[in-house]
């Protein structure tokens, strides 16, 4: 039976999101909710579905609806999530919430403890690892091919440079020094945690280029973040928001090596590759050959397709909820580590250790 839906924020993720709903079968769109009445309206026009201006009203005249999709936005791309995803969960709905789960730590830390204790599904929508190259190499690394983890490198960012640099008009953004941690780097994080397990501290060096300086663009917009693993292993994390041109690897490229092996994926739909660990392989004149599996996507827009999806299957499925796919602790995971850099920048680059999180219980029900 398909899951009935409501979508709460109808700008272009909430689109998006509904979109991919109306191709899916497990989904079943019944609502759209914006206060803005001219896109709650337009919206529900394009897709069917009834239309609200306020969540309390969508909830109180469609019952059946089981999962709220929290798609608005607000500073820092997230300071417009708290508030309805605590509404919904008060009403016993199951929530999947757009990136970042919160704008700030103290409100991502309530509502996940909220969902606990209600005992729904929070979801996040943690997309880049819904993919085909990641789920190939997640088996090279449950097969125990890549091995000990030795390193994780991963770039994240935006293409750009100072030619096409204009000034941010929105009040979202501009005026807001964090919006490209807080707003992005939730996925590299949560990339680097799906494969390589939790972090225990981080490290940065951040700033931003001297024509945002001009421009009075207080955004920190270069990150140069170096962690470390709970399992030893050591990573680095490069994101910039459309300083310089893209260079090797495009705009995304993973790379995690182990002591028997290393994957690579390249632009998050595209390839993934893999060398495997061998004796008698050269030092540095030769280069090993890789295992490559090119998937010939180039549209990043089917990781949502294949989030959503993932997340209804979940829901349909009635697993545990801490087996939830991208659930809420691992979205408050990849939020605790970004404040930690946030931390590390503003005392000068000194090491931080993230926030602990939240202890499993388990449910007496589901753990056996």
């Not at 990339?191 to 663009?217: E, K």
């Not at 470390?228 to 705009?251: C, E, H, I, P, T």
Request: with cysteine; charged share 25%.
């Amino acid at each position: 039976m398909a899951v009935k839906i409501g979508i709460v924020g109808m700008n272009g993720i909430g689109n998006n999101h509904a979109r991919c709903y109306q191709t899916d079968d497990l989904a079943e769109l019944v609502a759209v909710c914006d206060v803005v009445k001219e896109r709650a309206d337009a919206a529900a026009e394009k897709y069917g579905v009834k239309a609200y201006f306020s969540l309390k009203e969508m909830l109180e005249n469609e019952p059946d609806i089981q999962v709220v999709d929290v798609t608005t936005g607000g500073i820092d791309n997230g300071s417009w999530h708290f508030e309805p995803a605590m509404e919904a969960i008060g009403r016993g709905k199951h929530v999947l919430v757009e990136k970042p789960i919160c704008h700030d730590i103290a409100e991502a830390r309530e509502l996940v403890a909220y969902a606990e204790k209600m005992k729904v599904y929070l979801g996040c929508n943690l997309n880049h690892y819904f993919t085909p190259p990641a789920e190939k190499a997640k088996q090279y690394v449950d097969n125990g091919e890549v091995g000990e983890l030795v390193y994780c490198l991963h770039k994240m960012g935006f293409n750009g440079g100072e030619a096409g640099y204009a000034p941010a008009g929105s009040d979202k953004v501009k005026g807001h020094p964090y919006f490209h941690m807080k707003a992005f780097l939730t996925h590299p994080f949560s990339v680097m945690r799906y494969f390589c397990g939790d972090i225990t501290h981080i490290q940065t060096f951040s700033d931003r280029p001297g024509f945002r300086r001009s421009a009075g663009d207080v955004m920190v917009s270069i990150n140069s973040i170096h962690v470390k693993f709970a399992n030893g292993g050591a990573g680095y994390l490069l994101s910039q928001r459309g300083d310089a041109v893209y260079g090797l690897g495009g705009w995304w490229s993973f790379e995690m090596a182990g002591t028997k092996g290393t994957v690579c994926i390249e632009n998050c739909v595209e390839k993934v590759s893999y060398w495997k660990a061998e004796k008698g392989i050269p030092a540095i004149s030769e280069q090993p050959k890789a295992e490559v599996t090119d998937y010939g996507v180039t549209d990043f827009g089917t990781t949502f397709n294949n989030r959503l999806h993932a997340f209804l299957e979940d829901v349909s499925n009635g697993v545990p909820r801490e087996k939830l796919r991208a659930n809420g602790r691992d979205a408050l995971a990849v939020l605790e580590y970004t404040f930690a850099v946030i931390e590390s920048y503003e005392r000068g680059g000194e090491v931080v250790r993230p926030h602990a999180l939240p202890p499993l219980h388990g449910d007496p029900l589901t753990l056996r």
